[in-house]
C-alpha cells in the first residue's frame, strides 16, 4: 500500500490554485535487494543468492552499455537509456565537450510494467501537513484550526506562544 501526505501549498505561477491541497508520497520501508531478491525467488528454483549475483553482474556491465550510447531494454521491464544536454555555443567551431552537462539515466517502464504497477498499487493516507506543522489525521488537523491553530493573528500567535500556567517556571 503507498502510503501519501497531504501538503498544503502556495503556488506561485497559478494564484488561483494557491492554498490547495496536493498528495505527496510519505517516506515509507526501503526494500533492498536481499529482499527483492527473497521474493522474486519465492516461487522459483532459483536461489536469492543467485539472484543477486546476476543483478551484480548485470549493474556492472550496465554502465558500459549505456556509455556506449545504446539504449539498454531489461525485457518486460522497460529500458535504460543515457540522457544529456549542453550548453549553447555561437558557431559549430566553439563548442566543446565540456559543455555538455552532467549525464543521468532514464528508465521507462515498459507498458505492461507500468499497468501492473498501476493494478497493484492503492493509496492510504498518512496524515497532512500545513505551514510546517504535521498532523496525524483530518480530524486532528480541524481541531488544531479550532483551537485557532494556523490563522495568522496576533491573538492566535499568542496562544500558540504561551505556555500552559503549570509549565511556567519563574526567573531566579
Not at 532459483?46 to 551484480?56: K, Y
Not at 543515457?82 to 566543446?96: I, K, M, R, T, V
Request: aromatic share 6%; net charge positive; charged share 25%.
Amino acid at each position: 500500500m503507498a502510503r501519501y501526505r497531504l501538503r498544503k501549498k502556495k503556488t506561485r505561477l497559478n494564484p488561483s490554485a494557491d492554498g490547495l491541497w496536493y498528495a505527496e508520497p510519505a517516506p515509507g520501508r526501503v526494500a533492498d535487494a536481499a529482499d527483492v531478491c527473497r521474493l522474486a525467488t519465492q516461487n522459483l528454483t532459483l536461489s536469492p543468492i543467485e539472484l543477486r549475483m546476476g543483478l551484480d553482474a548485470l549493474a556492472a556491465s550496465l554502465p558500459t552499455l549505456l556509455a556506449s550510447g545504446a539504449t539498454v531494454r531489461l525485457g518486460d521491464m522497460g529500458t535504460l537509456r543515457l540522457e544529456y544536454g549542453s550548453s549553447g555555443a555561437a558557431s559549430p567551431e566553439e563548442f566543446h565537450y565540456r559543455l555538455i552537462r552532467r549525464p543521468r539515466v532514464v528508465f521507462r517502464p515498459s507498458r505492461r510494467f507500468a499497468a501492473a504497477v498501476e493494478r497493484a498499487v492503492s493509496f492510504e493516507m498518512d496524515g497532512l501537513t500545513d505551514g510546517g506543522v504535521a498532523f496525524a489525521s483530518i480530524a486532528d488537523y480541524r481541531r488544531w484550526q479550532a483551537q485557532g491553530g494556523g490563522a495568522d493573528t496576533p491573538e492566535s500567535r499568542e496562544k500558540t506562544l504561551s505556555l500552559p500556567p503549570e509549565t511556567q517556571v519563574e526567573n531566579p
